[in-house]
């Protein structure tokens, strides 16, 4: 047997000549001798077209991929052949006349996703009616209706994507259904939250935001037990916000429900990436059982008339202070027709003096609406302490409190699709619609585990699976 450029399909170069040579192809069951003497078995995958040359894929047993630089490869056997498809077939999925009735609007993400191995990166390709596919016991917990609205990644989601949600949404709730899943990646999650926040209010029924840190095809994939969690929240959950369910601790013991306006995603790659901030999660979701935290939610109630309000406008930004910082950047942004600026102050919500004059023109001579978080996210604007906040206070830059800067972006975006008044801005920003603004934080929400600090050291020891 031979290899052919079928089936090397992406080797080029050096890793292409050794895999002919050793006549083995992609899709082998492999034993691969290193020139250390270890065995390793696998299968060959494409490599991807981007890549260099110098390098074997393997898809080990245990699920995970790696490359072995082929100068490290003494020999490779191939112990047999299987041309794998990554595609998980569609299934209609088996209703009861006693589960309640979910619908999942898909968007794309992580949870909806498979490796392209073509290129090596992770692209948007399940259809909602696949994903029940791969995880057959949402069968279990509702009758879920699936309905794709688009298949992009998060961080491309725009103006047009939110009012399509929006709309959904409402006609999702005007046909009936106990509850609302809202598959999506989580980049740009906490602002999605954020945004439907304001353009569903009012609603009678859960709407839960759920994704997944990895994909589907990897064996540490979150993706099963968020979408479990969120289906039963959305089937059984008593809270009728817009929220987001995502993994709770770094192991899979339960899911947090995180209240639409106060949550982010707080690290790169860790499951358990999502965080409350400025209070504490609404509820603890596993297997079993809910475990509200909170008591002032808005709770289910079918009787309740929802407010659909799917305004947005995108001239809306935020200006992330750094020391420095050029007045031209504010000029530049008014020039260029934005209506709205947050910023994303230091401390209690500071910028440098030169940029004094050219904010006081944005404002008071060209109507730009200026509004100041803080960078620290937890915590409160407090511009009257220091001469500098007070300054900027005088200049007309209004304080949001503890409001979270991408909230603040969002909100303003969607304010400013109502009017460009200024007196009605400031006002529509200041009045808290759901808890983007509080009166206070509480004193158990604020943890950072640094490591090396005893009582972190315990909690960890503890805690930690």
């Given at each position: 047997m031979s290899s052919?450029?079928?089936e090397l399909k992406g080797y080029k170069g050096v890793a292409r000549t050794k895999l002919s040579e050793w006549k083995v192809r992609v899709w082998s069951d492999v034993k691969v001798m290193n020139d250390a003497g270890s065995v390793i078995e696998g299968v060959i995958l494409p490599r991807s077209e981007t890549f260099d040359d110098k390098h074997i894929s393997i898809k080990m047993k245990n699920g995970y991929n790696i490359g072995i630089h082929v100068d490290r490869v003494e020999n490779i056997e191939e112990v047999g052949y299987k041309e794998a498809i990554y595609k998980i077939p569609e299934k209609d999925f088996p209703r009861r006349e006693d589960r309640p009735n979910v619908t999942l609007l898909g968007t794309g993400g992580t949870i909806a996703s498979r490796l392209d191995y073509r290129t090596g990166a992770v692209v948007p390709a399940f259809t909602p009616g696949e994903l029940y596919g791969a995880v057959p016991e949402l069968a279990d917990i509702c009758n879920l209706t699936t309905r794709k609205l688009f298949g992009v990644f998060s961080e491309n989601l725009a103006r047009e994507h939110y009012i399509a949600m929006a709309e959904a949404i409402s006609r999702e709730i005007d046909s009936g259904v106990d509850g609302i899943v809202i598959g999506h990646g989580t980049d740009v999650m906490g602002h999605t939250a954020a945004v439907l926040t304001f353009m569903v209010q009012q609603s009678p029924i859960p709407i839960v935001i759920v994704g997944s840190q990895r994909s589907s095809d990897r064996p540490s994939s979150d993706a099963a037990i968020n979408l479990i969690h969120a289906v039963r929240t959305a089937a059984y959950g008593d809270i009728a916000e817009v929220q987001v369910c995502m993994f709770g601790p770094t192991s899979d013991l339960y899911g947090l429900l995180h209240r639409g306006t106060r949550v982010r995603k707080m690290h790169s790659s860790y499951r358990s990436t999502f965080r409350t901030i400025g209070d504490i999660p609404l509820a603890i979701v596993d297997k079993d059982s809910f475990t509200y935290l909170v008591d002032d939610y808005l709770p289910r109630d079918r009787s309740r008339k929802v407010v659909i309000d799917p305004v947005f406008n995108d001239r809306a930004t935020i200006l992330y202070y750094y020391p420095g910082m050029n007045p031209d950047l504010v000029e530049a942004l008014v020039e260029k027709g934005y209506r709205g600026i947050v910023i994303a102050g230091t401390g209690l919500g500071h910028v440098n003096k030169p940029l004094y004059p050219a904010l006081k023109w944005a404002i008071q001579e060209k109507g730009v609406h200026v509004v100041m978080t803080v960078q620290?996210?937890?915590?409160?604007?407090?511009?009257?302490?220091?001469?500098?906040?007070?300054?900027?206070?005088d200049v007309g830059v209004v304080p949001l409190d503890n409001m979270i800067p991408e909230t603040a972006l969002m909100k303003l975006s969607w304010?400013?699709?109502?009017?460009?008044?200024?007196?009605e801005v400031l006002k529509m920003m200041r009045h808290p619609i759901n808890h983007e603004i509080t009166r206070r934080e509480p004193h158990n929400g604020y943890l950072i585990l640094q490591g090396g600090l005893p009582e972190t050291d315990e909690f960890v020891r503890s805690h930690w699976k």
């Open positions: 052919s450029k079928d620290t996210l937890w915590g409160f604007t407090q511009m009257y302490v220091y001469d500098t906040g007070r300054d900027l206070l304010v400013l699709g109502h009017t460009d008044d200024h007196e």
